[in-house]
T-cell receptor, first 114, second 113 residues
């Protein structure tokens, strides 16, 4: 397996634009997590899915953020409209067993909103 | 809910010396404690983990110790090398956190040549 794959690696967008981040988890992993990483706030869990179903989205900062997982091999995180404070590195991770086994992270998407 | 505190936030050691990073947790039911290493510009990657039925675990130059009574666990790196320079994150998980990983804030380890 190629590991968790995220796209794009870098995204620069203007304030107010819609941004869509993509993730392909490792095949066979039942859990998928979206994290945001900033210097100020460290690693923040935004949302996680189990078998394609959103389980906990309490970390999603506000209604501008939404996430979907239409099938076991694909998830998106959308920000609409984007704001400069959304600038961060967004990681997707997948695991076989929630928080009790290794979480495999994608390479991340560095988002810059200007 | 679970809370994980990590210290120090920055640690600078001479190459060849040992480094120790400590984490404390609040939930006595926590039972899984992984450590992740994140090199500059890269993804976090698991380097070692320990479960609550074990007090210590080693893997070459790295080791993790767990003190369940005091609710703290530590990462030990011996004979540090330049490639050990990175940010290290501890985490904990328990049934009370719905098995979500609760992360420490990270420690930036700097290895001085």
């Amino acid at each position: 397996d190629a590991g968790v794959i995220q796209s794009p690696r870098h995204e620069v967008t203007e304030m107010g634009q819609e941004v869509t981040l993509r993730c392909k988890p490792i095949s066979g992993h039942d859990y998928l997590f979206w994290y945001r990483q900033t210097m100020m706030r460290g690693l923040e869990l935004l949302i996680y899915f189990n078998n394609n179903v959103p389980i906990d989205d309490s970390g999603m900062p506000e209604d501008r953020f939404s996430a979907k997982m239409p099938n076991a091999s694909f998830s998106t995180l959308k920000i609409q409209p984007s704001e400069p404070r959304d600038s961060a590195v967004y990681f997707c991770a997948s695991t076989q067993d929630r928080g009790r086994t290794e979480a495999f992270f994608g390479q991340g998407t560095r988002l810059t909103v200007v | 809910g679970e809370n994980v505190e990590q210290h120090p936030s920055t640690l600078s050691v001479q190459e060849g010396d040992s480094a120790v990073i400590k984490c404390t947790y609040s939930d006595s039911a926590s039972n899984y404690f992984p450590w992740y290493k994140q090199e500059l510009g890269k993804r976090p990657q698991l380097i070692i983990d320990i479960r609550s039925n074990v007090g210590e675990k080693k893997d070459q130059r790295i080791a993790v110790t767990l003190n369940k009574t005091a609710k703290h666990f530590s990462l030990h790196i011996t004979e540090t090398q330049p490639e050990d320079s990175a940010v290290y994150f501890c985490a904990a998980t328990s049934i009370d956190s719905n098995y979500q990983l609760i992360w420490g804030a990270g420690t930036k380890l700097i290895i001085k040549p």
